[in-house]
T-cell receptor, first 110, second 116 residues
Framework: SQQGEEDPQALSIQEGENATMNCSYKTSINNLQWYRQNSGRGLVHLIL?????REKHSGRLRVTLDTSKKSSSLLITASRAADTASYFCAKNGAGNMLTFGGGTRLMVKP | GAVVSQHPSRVICKSGTSVKIECRSL??????MFWYRQFPKQSLMLMAT?????????EQGVEKDKFLINHASLTLSTLTVTSAHPEDSSFYICSAAPGQGETEAFFGQGTRLTVV
């Protein structure tokens, strides 16, 4: 079952703008992960942030984590048309089982 | 990073037939693999945990007799959709990871199943 909610469900921006996606979860975590999915494809791992971390960067991606609010955000700076995809946060369960948020469908217009 | 290969990527089958989907870890061994199902514009829902050498663990509401999982080796898990019906049409994705800790997961390319 889905553990979290993501908002917005859909986001449309112009190339060059920043995109922010938010994720909330219900139970405590050891880490939170963000994945990207191009239409009709598998998922690609973006960032894993541990519960004792507050922020993590990878290229144009910035992930924050607020465990007191049980929320995380993914920021994509200077977006490109190629960033068009669905983005999911995911919480680890037993082993590497993942429970996904609802996802945000991002459209970046050239 | 690690590679997980899923095959076929697309399959169309007639109602009542069975379809087998393979998930292989190409460069690591995986004692556990996971099968997810995804409907259009929705998130991934875990169907079952595939355990090498033992029975799969199914999520609530997933019929184990309909979705047969076999994990006979450390690099291969198969999902067979038996007696498929149009409502089984969906996107099926597997994942696996090296080791047992909570790390990033690696996903297959997914299988688009259409039952006609």
């Amino acid at each position: 079952s889905q553990q979290g909610e993501e908002d917005p469900q859909a986001l449309s921006i112009q190339e060059g703008e920043n995109a922010t996606m938010n994720c909330s979860y219900k139970t405590s975590i050891n880490n939170l992960q963000w994945y990207r999915q191009n239409s009709g494809r598998g998922l690609v791992h973006l960032i894993l942030i541990r519960s004792n971390e507050r922020e993590k960067h990878s290229g144009r991606l910035r992930v924050t984590l607020d465990t007191s609010k049980k929320s995380s955000s993914l920021l994509i700076t200077a977006s490109r048309a190629a960033d068009t995809a669905s983005y999911f946060c995911a919480k680890n369960g037993a082993g590497n089982m993942l429970t996904f948020g609802g996802g945000t469908r991002l459209m970046v217009k050239p | 990073g690690a590679v997980v290969s899923q095959h076929p990527s697309r399959v169309i089958c007639k109602s009542g037939t069975s379809v087998k989907i393979e998930c292989r870890s190409l460069d690591f061994q995986a004692t556990t693999m996971f099968w997810y199902r995804q409907f259009p514009k929705q998130s991934l829902m875990l169907m079952a945990t595939s355990n090498e050498g033992s029975k799969a663990t199914y999520e609530q509401g997933v019929e184990k007799d309909k979705f047969l999982i076999n994990h006979a080796s450390l690099t291969l898990s198969t999902l067979t959709v038996t007696s498929a019906h149009p409502e089984d049409s969906s996107f099926y994705i597997c994942s696996a990871a090296p080791g047992q800790g909570e790390t990033e997961a690696f996903f297959g390319q997914g299988t688009r199943l259409t039952v006609v």
